[in-house]
């Protein structure tokens, strides 16, 4: 008998409903770990707009505007991030997986918090690199 076989003790068709019911699980937890990845990879272009606002629009006027529109972008991501993981962990803790491995959750709990974390010394850094002066550019 293969691996993916029912058991033969059961009733065939209630053996092999149990089977594509158990391997659909498991495709809803690869499905759910895909979505994660989405989620961070728009975390992270959130992340990537806010500083290509402030780089190309450094020298607007005023000049904290530039960074107060950085700033919401760069949390927008950090924000994206939790959430995602938080998303991530209710779902995955209504499915059982069968015949995969899954991601462990504090992996997508540490990735999560350290972009951010990430985010947040972003953020300070822009404000304050510049000696905590929020008029300069």
């Known amino acids: 008998m293969a691996q993916d076989d029912p058991p033969e003790d ?4 209630t053996a092999w ?3 594509r019911t158990d391997l659909a699980e ?3 937890i690869m499905a759910m770990e895909r979505t994660f990845a989405g989620w961070m990879r728009t975390a992270f272009a959130a992340i990537g707009i806010g500083l290509a606002f402030k780089a190309v629009f450094g020298e607007f006027d005023p000049p904290w505007l ?15 991030a939790i959430n995602a993981q938080r998303r991530t962990y209710h ?7 069968h015949k995969l491995d899954p991601i462990e959750q504090p992996n997508f709990r540490l990735l999560a918090y350290s972009v951010a974390f990430g985010a947040l010394l972003l953020t300070a850094g822009l404000w304050l690199l510049n000696d905590g002066n929020l008029d300069s550019n």
């Open 10 to 13: 059961q009733d065939k068709s």
């Open 17 to 19: 409903a149990e089977l």
């Open 26 to 28: 498991d495709r809803n």
């Open 66 to 80: 530039a960074k107060a529109i950085a700033t919401i972008f760069i949390l927008a991501g950090g924000w994206l």
């Open 91 to 97: 779902t995955l803790k209504k499915l059982d997986s």
